[in-house]
C-alpha cells in the first residue's frame, strides 16, 4: 500500500500533523493503535505553562529563554506565534471550540478545584482571565449524586479559595438514578452516553434551574458529549443562567471529543485512519526509511515518500524502558537518555523526574537519526521527543501541535 506520507500513532500530535498534510492534499495514513493521552485531557491545552517552578505568564516572550533542545527552540522560537495560531485555527476548523491566545496565559481550573495556567480551552468549560477579575461572583456548583469523577468538596473549596462565592447543590434525574444502579456506570463516559437524548438534558436543565436560586453561573461536571458539542449546546439553551463545565478526573469526555472531532476531520479530508493497528517495524535503504510494517497487515508493508513517528511517550509506549536501557522499540531510533538508570527517577513524586524529558534525538527538522546518521524521510512530532517536560513545564499539548504542523510544512516543502 502506498501513500504520500505515513503517520505512527494517531493521538493529538499524530492526527493535527496528519490533518495539516491532508489539508494541502497528500495521501495521508495514520496506524493508531490505541487510546491516546487526550483521554488525560480535560479541555484546556498548555503552550507553557512553568520554568524551574516559576508559573509563565507571557508563553511567547518566555520561549527563547528555553534551553535549545527544547522542541520549541529547535523548531525556531520566532516561529512559534505562527503556529500557534494555526494549531489554534486547525482546531477551531475541525469543531474543537477554543479559546485563548498564545500571548497570555489564562487560568483554567482542574478537578480539585486548582488553577492552573492554558493557552487554550475549551469555551464551554470555566476560564478565568484575570484572577482579580472572576467571571462571576457567586457559583452554583450542581453535583450530580452518586458520581464517581468529581471530587466536590475539594472542588467547592478550591473555588472558594479563587474567591468564588460557592453554593454546592446535589440532584439526580431518573436516567443518573437508572445508572446508579450499577456504581461502577457512575463514570463520566457513562453519563455522557445516557444524558444525550433532549428528554434527558431536559430534566437535567429543570434541576438545573429549580436549585440556581441567585447564582451568577452555574457549574456542572464535563459529561456532555463523547463525539460532538451538540448536547452541551442544547443544555445551555435549556439552562436560564451562563452555563459552564468543570473538567472531571479522567478518562475524561473532552478529551475523547477532542479525539474524536479530529479523527473525523481527518478523515472527512480523506485520510485512512487504521485504529487498532500498530507499527512494528521499519525497513531502511541508505538514510531512507523505505517501508513500515504493521501487527495487521503483516506482508503488505506501508510505503511512503515520507513517515512520521508520533507515537507518544512511555505511557503510550512510544518510549519503553527495561533494566538497562530507555528505548525506541519500532525503529530503534537514537533517544536522548540518561544511561545510568540511577538518573532515571528520583524519589519523590513531585520532585522534577529525569525521565520525563526522555525522547528520540532530533535535528533542527525534527529528522530523527538511527545510530548517529540522520533519517532523511523521518520525522518525530509530539511527546515521543526529547527535552520538555509536559509534566513540571505545563507544554505537552503545544509541543505536540506544533511540531506536527512544523514536520507537515517540512514534509510539503521538500517536495
Ligand atoms: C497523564 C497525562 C495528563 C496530561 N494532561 C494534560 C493537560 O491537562 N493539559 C495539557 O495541555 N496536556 C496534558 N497532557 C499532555 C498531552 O496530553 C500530551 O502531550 C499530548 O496529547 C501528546 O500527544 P501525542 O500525540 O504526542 O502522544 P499520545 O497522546 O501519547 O499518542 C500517541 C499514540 O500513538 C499510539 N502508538 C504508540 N505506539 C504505536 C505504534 N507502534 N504504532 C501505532 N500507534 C502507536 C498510542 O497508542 C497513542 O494513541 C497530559 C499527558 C499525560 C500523560
Not at 510494517?293 to 503488505?300: R, Y
Not at 527538522?365 to 532523511?376: D, E, F, S, V, Y
Request: charged share 20%; glycine share 10%; aromatic share 6%.
Amino acid at each position: 500500500m502506498r501513500t504520500d506520507t505515513v503517520i505512527m500513532g494517531g493521538g493529538l500530535s499524530g492526527l493535527t500533523c496528519g490533518i495539516a498534510l491532508a489539508k494541502r492534499g497528500q495521501r495521508v495514513t495514520i496506524v493508531a493503535s490505541g487510546q491516546s493521552t487526550l483521554l488525560f485531557n480535560g479541555g484546556s491545552m498548555e503552550l507553557l505553562g512553568n520554568i524551574d517552578g516559576t508559573p509563565v505568564t507571557y508563553p511567547l516572550e518566555t520561549i527563547a529563554s528555553l534551553p535549545e533542545g527544547h522542541p520549541y527552540r529547535k523548531i525556531g522560537a520566532d516561529r512559534i506565534a505562527s503556529l500557534a495560531d494555526e494549531a489554534k485555527q486547525l482546531l477551531l476548523d475541525a469543531g474543537i471550540n477554543v479559546e485563548g491566545d498564545a500571548a497570555a496565559n489564562h487560568w483554567r481550573v482542574t478537578p480539585m478545584g486548582v488553577a492552573k495556567h492554558a493557552w487554550l480551552t475549551l469555551s464551554e468549560n470555566l476560564r478565568i482571565d484575570d484572577l482579580k477579575q472572576l467571571p462571576a461572583r457567586r457559583l452554583a456548583l450542581m453535583c450530580i449524586r452518586g458520581f464517581f469523577d468529581e471530587p466536590n468538596s475539594m472542588l467547592a473549596n478550591g473555588l472558594k479559595e479563587l474567591g468564588f462565592e460557592v453554593d454546592k447543590h446535589e440532584f439526580t434525574t431518573d436516567e443518573i438514578t437508572k445508572l446508579r444502579r450499577s456504581p461502577s456506570e457512575m463514570r463520566a463516559a457513562s453519563l455522557a452516553k445516557r444524558l444525550s437524548s433532549n428528554n434527558a438534558l431536559q430534566r437535567i436543565a429543570d434541576q438545573v434551574n429549580s436549585l440556581a436560586g441567585d447564582a451568577d453561573m452555574v457549574l456542572l461536571p464535563s459529561v456532555f458529549g463523547m463525539s460532538d458539542n451538540d448536547s452541551y449546546d442544547i443544555l445551555k439553551n435549556m439552562v436560564n443562567k451562563p452555563l459552564r463545565l468543570v473538567a472531571t478526573l479522567p478518562p475524561s469526555v473532552a478529551g475523547s471529543r477532542m479525539q474524536a472531532m479530529l479523527r473525523h476531520y481527518f478523515m472527512m479530508l480523506g485520510g485512512n485512519y487504521l485504529m487498532g493497528d500498530s507499527a512494528v517495524k521499519g525497513t531502511l535503504e541508505g538514510d531512507r526509511l523505505t517501508t513500515i510494517t504493521t501487527a495487521k497487515l503483516g506482508d503488505m508493508p506501508l510505503r511512503a515518500d515520507n513517515f512520521v513517528l508520533a507515537t507518544g511517550s512511555f505511557i503510550s509506549r512510544g518510549l519503553v524502558a527495561d533494566y538497562e536501557r530507555v528505548y525506541e522499540p519500532v525503529m530503534g531510533l537514537d533517544v536522548d537518555a540518561d544511561k545510568d538508570r540511577e538518573q532515571w527517577t528520583r524519589f519523590g513524586v513531585l520532585e522534577p523526574q529525569a525521565y520525563s524529558r526522555y525522547g528520540v534525538t532530533t535535528d533542527a527538522t525534527l529528522r530523527c537519526a538511527k545510530q548517529g546518521k540522520t533519517i532523511a524521510n523521518l520525522r518525530a512530532i509530539g511527546s515521543v521527543l526529547s527535552g520538555h517536560d509536559t509534566v513540571k513545564m505545563g507544554d505537552g499539548t503545544g509541543v505536540s501541535l506544533l511540531t506536527a504542523l512544523a514536520a507537515a510544512h517540512g514534509i510539503l516543502s521538500d517536495k
